[in-house]
């Protein structure tokens, strides 16, 4: 079975500017997290879509928003860049079962800098 | 807010030694814990976990302790490997799906 894909994997990105990353899932996975990893602060959580629908969410302002597709392909926007938006993106799918707390299986990142 | 932390950013030790990572939470409602391993340029990979209910989970050369009472976890690499080399995380749920607080890792080195 392919991974986790995220692309782009390096995206350079001015002030104000708005940025969308993609990630495909593992076959047959039906749950999309993400996760911004800073230098830290480790990793922290953005918001998972489970059938197209957004599930949890955390707490990063409304400038991220994010979309789940029918084929579990997922999309991550953020508006306005700042700054302080210059971080790893990692998406980890999931099988979604329903099992609490499934292993989540992550792509490589998205590398985005803001300057 | 940092709801898991690891407050040692990296660790030393010698091949065939004990690796001991700590892991520390503020969130009484967690009750699911993972250990992931992160090499640069990729993402994490899941090594092991522990459910609320258990105090020890064990795979091969892995193990995980939980104490509740304090609120801590540690993962036990024995006997460490130079190939063990990479940043570690904790990350914890409340079982409301898939929600993980991740803490800030332990980057951990393996002296052959």
């Known amino acids: 079975k392919a991974g986790v894909t995220q692309t782009p994997r390096y995206l350079i990105k001015t002030r104000g500017q708005q940025v969308t990353l993609s990630c495909s899932p593992i076959s047959g996975h039906r749950s999309v997290s993400w996760y911004q990893q800073t230098p830290g602060q480790g990793l922290q959580f953005l918001f998972e879509?489970?059938?197209?629908?957004?599930?949890n969410k955390g707490n990063f302002p409304g400038r991220f928003s994010g979309r789940q597709f029918s084929n579990s392909r997922s999309e991550m926007n953020v508006s306005t860049l700042e700054l302080g938006d210059s971080a790893l993106y990692l998406c980890?799918?999931?099988?979604?079962?329903?099992?609490?707390?499934?292993?989540?299986?992550f792509g490589p990142g998205t590398r985005l800098t803001v300057t | 807010d940092q709801q898991v932390k690891q407050n040692s950013p990296s660790l030393s030790v010698q091949e065939g030694r004990i690796s001991i990572l700590n892991c520390d939470y503020t969130?009484?409602?967690?009750?699911?814990f993972l250990w992931y391993k992160k090499y640069p340029a990729e993402g994490p990979t899941f090594l092991i976990s522990i459910s609320s209910i258990k105090d020890k989970n064990e795979d091969g050369r892995f193990t995980v302790f939980l104490n509740k009472s304090a609120k801590h976890l540690s993962l036990h690499i024995v006997p460490s490997q130079p190939g063990d080399s990479a940043v570690y995380f904790c990350?914890?749920?409340?079982?409301?799906?898939?929600?993980?607080?991740f803490g800030t890792g332990t980057s951990l080195t393996v002296i052959p």
């Open positions: 879509y489970f059938s197209e629908t957004q599930r």
């Open positions: 990350a914890a749920s409340a079982n409301t799906g898939n929600q993980f607080y």
């Open positions: 980890a799918s999931s099988p979604g079962t329903g099992a609490p707390a499934e292993e989540q299986y």
């Open positions: 969130n009484s409602m967690f009750d699911y």
